[in-house]
């Protein structure tokens, strides 16, 4: 399905927006707004459910006890209950579903952006050597790979998989050739010989595990000699993982910090991440009452995550879409954070932020009074 989207909705946009500006940084800026604007009335849902549960979430687990205790004899009464406060103020999983549906879109647009143009695409192939004597009881059971769909020029594109006929299985001693081809079964390196540059993108080879185990020629062909698991990749360039855009010196670039040498551009992509997720955190929290139990967690939450795709093999241009996406969100998340909210969920955070005001009229009171606070040291006068 991930690839299906990729190839039937995603790709063709870019195609259209590259047409019209022929830079494939713009082209991610573009599909990302696009994508965004459609996910819009599913995303919106999130947010809504989000900000009216953090209102309504205090008065629901207290109004959720009383109910538990006043009919803990009667479970069926207990439960009807529930339901009438459900119906009052909304499930909390009310905004689950809508995440769940725009997330298989993000993944293929995720996966769009991990590969061709973008990126160099591997194809990974996994590989159990069996000794000779027991390969024959093994039964052939034919592999192929995902699909991803290969740029040879900015208008041609083909979906192409990696096969192994008879299987990831093979005996020591033999020799297999991991296949490259189309879905129409035609062979890439034939695909290629089609194209005035097509060389350019033929496949290099590599044991990434098991190098005593099997060796890879060139061409593909993988060569057992011991029994154990091995892995073979093959990868394809990228047409445009070596373009920049802004600031940006290769949209396939993948790493903060490689060989020896810092790569400002990521920083930069990965502290704008940061930023912007903690701008659209503070905007969701706009008019709220303080939640102290999550006042770590909203801290804590865009360090981490920020520090996780600092060293997380991420190309750049997969990292400029969510620069772009948390731009747009926080954008969302104002936007909406504007929406007036029914009459039972405005008058419990009227009630709150009252409440806030009274908290914080009492300390200064204390203060103004001449009480000593935890952490004022004693007056000699009060002897």
């Known amino acids: 399905m991930i690839g299906y989207i990729s190839d039937n909705l995603l790709i063709p946009i870019l195609d259209f927006f590259y047409g019209l500006v022929p830079s494939y940084g713009l082209a991610i800026v573009a599909l ?7 996910l819009f009335p599913l995303s919106a849902g999130s947010i809504r459910s989000a900000r009216r549960m953090r209102i309504a979430q205090p008065v629901m687990q207290k109004r959720q006890s009383e109910i ?20 009052e103020f909304g499930s909390p999983l009310a905004g689950c579903l809508p995440l769940l549906v725009q997330m298989p879109i993000l993944f293929a647009l995720f996966a769009t952006l991990r590969g061709s143009p ?16 027991q ?39 033999d020799s297999v050739n991991i296949k490259l081809e189309t879905l129409s ?7 290629l010989s089609r194209f005035k540059d097509g060389n350019k993108f ?28 091995a892995t073979v990749e093959g990868r394809i360039p990228g047409l445009a993982a070596k373009s920049g855009f802004l600031f940006i010196k290769a949209l396939g670039q993948v790493g903060f910090y490689v060989d020896g040498a810092i790569n400002w551009d990521i920083a930069i992509l990965v502290a704008g991440f940061g930023l912007t997720l903690v701008i659209s955190q503070v905007l969701s929290g706009r008019g709220m009452p303080p939640n102290p ?11 981490m995550i920020t520090g996780m795709f600092l060293f997380f093999p991420l190309p750049a241009g997969v990292l400029l879409y969510m620069v772009i996406a948390n731009i747009f969100q926080a954008f969302q998340t104002f936007l909406l954070s504007q929406e007036a909210l029914p009459d039972n969920l405005q008058k419990i955070l009227d009630d709150q932020l009252s409440q806030k005001v009274k908290a914080g009229l ?13 952490f004022e040291p004693k007056s000699n006068n009060s002897k």
């Open 135 to 173: 390969i024959a009881a093994v039964e052939p059971k034919p592999f192929t790979s995902p699909r991803h769909s290969i740029f040879i020029t900015s208008k041609d594109h083909f979906p192409v998989v990696a096969s192994l006929p008879g299987g990831t299985k093979i005996g020591a001693g």
């Open 202 to 229: 033929s496949p290099t080879w590599k044991v990434t595990k098991g190098e005593d185990l099997i060796n890879v020629s060139p061409d593909g062909t993988v060569t057992a000699k011991y029994p154990g698991d």
């Open 118 to 133: 973008f990126a160099d695409v591997p194809y990974l192939v996994n590989l159990k050597v069996i000794p000779p004597e």
């Open 185 to 191: 079964g035609e062979g890439y390196s034939n695909l």
């Open 68 to 87: 538990k205790s006043r009919f803990a004899n009667n479970p069926q009464k207990q439960q009807e209950e529930l339901s009438k406060l459900m119906g």
């Open 293 to 303: 139990q999550q006042a770590t967690a909203q801290k804590i939450t865009p360090v």
């Open 362 to 374: 009492a300390n200064n009171s204390q203060i103004l009074d001449g009480e000593r606070l935890p």
């Open 32 to 38: 990302t707004i696009v994508i965004r604007l459609a």
